[in-house]
Every structure is written in structure tokens, then in C-alpha cells.
């Protein structure tokens, strides 16, 4: 357990990258309130900063090191700590930053409470343990309501080396967290008035802890009095088992209908330089069988432009897969050289100024699929669990990943849910009526 610390009192974090890092970021959180914190928003005057970073891009590192100096130039005499994936990859480049006290790696991250000292350092302390291969617990703390959807870190770490991906030299190898560990977490943020639990990891299908699957960890939290919502974060096309599928069609099973599955490329040719584990047919038979199986699915997916090698006709292939498949959007990552992966050895790397160009066009599709997804539900009544009042609105999200906002209501819709019909759609979400309350 983390000695107690009676100097610092107000205390900051913040987040950059995926809802794994989200996840962690809560988790230390909430540790800090029961030490004694009082947390603040990142930018307001705090006496302690925890920065939790990403590097899965060179942009992801530059933004990393931006909030380090917004924070520290703005608190001179505050202890900052850096934590996470860019403080395991690129720990030099932040010990040059000035006034950074604590830089840890992954291994130790959910632990920075035990290097927080009085004073500041007058050099960084660096902590970048090499992460283990054995299954993990959470130390669970926090009694504080929770009025939003919650991350629940099940997993951790990548075994699968994608020629473009720095992940498994950040975060390990694949590991999973203990069974009992995750569904005593899932518990504590229920009591605490979650409603939906968003299951995060790195390669969350991977999941395998005493005999337990990622099935069984759904069954198990489908069980949990007053958890209404499941929805599974990006996952792998080539571990979602077909019981999982099963679950998304039972409406008696709070597992939702949406999966996000990276693609990265329509063209074989450049999935087979990225390593990824399948061809494009097989992950085209998949989406069919997937929404053959369950009614109103939405899948997202991820698509990599300007990997190296990718020919003009490499790129058309992966617009047109784009297109036909049943996608309702897709996150477009225009490549990016990460030092120590094989990509970033190649000698035929595409122009950033093409690779730019692909991205944008690629990303006026994915507009133009996701208008014509919301399309298809206008008219029609779903349920909608509501997040926090947001200018003047309710917004929150149906089953299938549909963002509704509806117009202030008198009473206070936060955490709960409603009937709404869709009726028009306005940029990326939808505008709907409160038909009525569910619960």
C-alpha cells in the first residue's frame, strides 16, 4: 500500500491516448483522493501533476511533451510526475524537460504514489522497470459517485508485433488481469453508480486468466445487479469468438451491439507487410457472419494511410473495402516512423505530403458512411443512456454506438435512461425527443 502523504493536497492528472490510458488515469485518481487530494482540473494551479502519456506516434509524443511544459510552466514549484507509455519509450526527451520530477514506465505507473516526495527533484527520477509476462491485479480504491460510463482495464501488453506498432516495447507482452480482481472492480464502480462498463486493454480478445475467457468475463459482469451496459472497446477480428456474438443478439444480455475492428488495410499485399493475422476475404466473411448474427450492429474500424509501400492502387483497394463493407465509420491513422519498428527501416516510405491527401480523402468517407449509418435510424425509437447536461442538451448513446442529444429536459437525466426517436441528423450526431424514461 502507498505511504501516506500529508504535504501536497491539490493534485492533477491527466490523459493522453487510448481508454486503456483512461482507465489507468482513474485508477490513480482515485487513489490520490483517498490519500487526502483534492483534484483539480489539468491547467488549474495544483501542487502535484500526474501526466499519463502516449507515444503510439510521433504526434502522440509532441503532444505528450506539450502538456508537460503547459503544466510545469504554469507550476514552477509543483511536483510533476510522467507516467506511461511515452515515459517508457522516450524517458530522455522528458528528463530534458524542465521541472519534471518523476518519470515511470509502465510497469510502475499505477504505483507513482510511492515515488511522490515532499520537495521537488533536482533531477528526474527515472523508473522503467521491464514489464513482466505474469497475469496482473488493480489495487481498487475510490468510493466517490460516478455519474459517466466507466473503462475496465482487463488486459494488458501485445504478443501479435505489427511491423508498424511500438505497443509491445511500451507495454509488454500480452497479460491479463485476474478474474476476481476485474469483476471486484466492475462491482465498486456500480456501487458507485456506473451504469456502462467499456472493457479496455491492448488486445483485449486475448484475454485467457485460470481457465477464464473474454466470454466468461461478460457473462460475469452481465450478472452484476445495476450494471445495464457492456460495451467492448477495439478488438481484434481474429480473437472475437462467436458465442460473443451470441451475447451482442440476446436482448436479455447487457452486452451491446458494437464492435470496433481495426482493418488498417483493404489491400492483402500491404496486410501481409504490416504482419497482421488475416487476409481481406476472411475479415469480409467475418463482418457478414457478425451482422447476419446480430440486428442493428455497428462496427467501426481503424485504417493506417501511407504505410510504407502502399501504391496508389494499395490505397483505392482499401477505399473500396471501405465502402462495401458494413462499416459505420473509421479512425484514420495517417502512418507515422516509430523508431525501433521494422516499417520505420523501410526505403520506400510514402510522401508525407501524399500520405496527408489519402488520409483527408479517406476521411471524407468515413463522414460520408457514418451520415449514411444515422440515416438508416432516423424515425425510429432507441434507448439512450445520458451522459452529464452539456450546453443546454442531454447527449448520450444508443445500444449501436449512435449519438443522440436531445433539448434540456427539467429534470436531471444524467446516468439514466430514456426511449428517444432519432429525427434529424446534425454534423456527426443525432437530434432526438425524449419519448420516455426507462428507468
Known sequence: MAREINVTKRATVHTLGCRLNQS??????????????????????????????????????????????????????AITAVVGCYSQMGYKEISQIKGVDLIIGNHDKLNVLDYIGEEKNEVPVIVRDQMDREDFTITIAGDLPFTQRANLKIQDGCDFMCTFCIIPFARGRARS??????????????????RE?????????????????????????DAIDGLS????????????????????????????????????????HILSAMRRKYKIQEFLEFLAKATAIVPDLCIGTDIMVGFPGETVTDFEQTCNVFLEAPFAYC???????????????????????????????????????????????????????FENKRE?????????????????????????????RLDAISADFVDGTLIEMID
Open 229 to 268: 451496459c457492456i460495451r467492448i472497446s477495439s478488438i481484434e477480428p481474429t480473437t472475437i469468438p462467436e458465442c460473443l456474438l451470441e451475447r451482442m443478439r440476446n436482448p436479455s444480455h447487457s452486452l451491446l451491439p458494437y464492435l470496433h475492428i481495426p482493418l488498417q488495410a483493404g489491400s492483402d
Open 24 to 77: 489507468e488515469t482513474n485508477l490513480i485518481r482515485d487513489q490520490l483522493v483517498d490519500h487526502g487530494y483534492e483534484i483539480v482540473p489539468f491547467g488549474a494551479n495544483a501542487d502535484l501533476a500526474i501526466i499519463n502519456t502516449c507515444t503510439v506516434t510521433s504526434s502522440a509524443d509532441s503532444k505528450s511533451r506539450y502538456a508537460i511544459r503547459q503544466f510545469t510552466r504554469r507550476n514552477p514549484h
Open 197 to 221: 462498463l467499456v472493457l479496455t486493454g491492448v488486445n483485449i480478445g486475448t484475454y485467457h486468466h485460470s481457465g477464464k475467457r473474454i466470454i466468461d468475463v461478460v457473462d460475469a459482469l
Open 177 to 194: 488481469r485476474d478474474f476476481q480482481n476485474l469483476i471486484e472492480e466492475a462491482r465498486n464502480l456500480v456501487a458507485r453508480g456506473v
Open 331 to 385: 479512425h484514420v491513422f495517417t502512418y507515422s516512423e516509430r523508431g525501433g519498428t521494422i516499417a520505420a527501416k523501410r526505403a520506400d516510405h510514402v510522401h508525407l505530403s501524399e500520405r496527408k491527401r489519402r488520409s483527408a480523402h479517406l476521411r471524407r468517407l468515413s463522414a460520408m458512411k457514418r451520415h449514411d449509418f444515422h440515416n438508416l435510424y432516423l424515425g425510429r425509437e432507441l434507448s439512450v443512456l
Open 392 to 420: 443546454g442538451t442531454w447527449p448520450g448513446y444508443t445500444p449501436n454506438y449512435i449519438r443522440v442529444v436531445i433539448p434540456s429536459a427539467g429534470e436531471n437525466l444524467a446516468n439514466r435512461r430514456g426511449m428517444v
